[in-house]
């Protein structure tokens, strides 16, 4: 059967920290411990370019179109942006702390989360609009995006999540569980229905919303 089928090995030069796969499939991008951040060819694994170094390295966003990678650092400071063909850095944000990234599915902002969430201009590389997180406690909450990029999920405390609306720059809701419980992911699913988030404290429980009635 297909599950019995022995994987792939692919030699890497690093222990890993996040990796992702451009969106044609062609390249996978990941951090090292040591910081360093790398390209490897999927079709020929021998193939592979260091596009350079961010100490701490530990989250790593790559554009729609697969043409950058953002990354985001764990004890680690700043957000780094890179040119995948290029293999140069592009652009760095000054943050003086662990921060996670993500571009949005249509390419057109960088999120960023830490002391607080904020909503980056790719094409300009300018903040556009920035939202509080008052329960920061020093690690970067989740952050993501529905599927058509007109909603944004953030972390905003415990047991909350809002959702900021893209296009008017302000949050539109507050998603707060039952109890006050610990997570570290947040998914919407494809058709943007539904709000997802995973219960680690009590485990085997996933919380849902139903967003319709926002998307009307």
Not at 5 to 32: C, H, K, M, N, S
Not at 51 to 68: E, Y
Request: hydrophobic share 40%.
């Amino acid at each position: 059967s297909f599950a019995d089928r022995t994987p792939r090995v692919l030699p890497i030069p690093q222990v890993v920290t996040d990796l992702r796969v451009t969106p044609d499939g062609q390249t996978l991008l990941f951090g090292g411990t040591d910081g360093t951040l790398w390209a490897v060819d999927l079709a020929d694994p021998s193939r592979r370019r260091m596009l350079g170094t961010h100490p701490g390295v530990a989250c790593l966003s790559v554009s729609p179109d697969g043409r950058l990678v953002a990354t985001g650092a764990w004890h680690g400071v700043d957000v780094r942006v890179w040119d995948v063909a290029k293999a140069e850095l592009v652009h760095t944000i000054s943050i003086p702390r662990a921060t996670k990234v993500t571009f949005s599915p249509d390419g057109r902002w960088l999120a960023t989360s830490e002391s607080e969430h904020v909503l980056w201009d790719v094409r300009s590389w300018e903040p556009i609009a920035r939202f509080p997180n008052p329960r920061y406690m020093g690690v970067p909450g989740e952050i993501t995006f529905s599927s058509d990029s007109l909603l944004m999920a953030v972390r905003a405390g415990p047991d909350t999540v809002e959702l900021i609306d893209v296009n008017r720059l302000e949050p539109v809701a507050h998603l707060r569980c039952p109890a006050p419980i610990t997570f570290r992911a947040i998914a919407f699913t494809p058709d943007g229905s539904q709000l997802i988030i995973p219960d680690d404290s009590r485990g085997h429980l996933l919380h849902t919303w139903d967003l319709r009635i926002l998307r009307r």
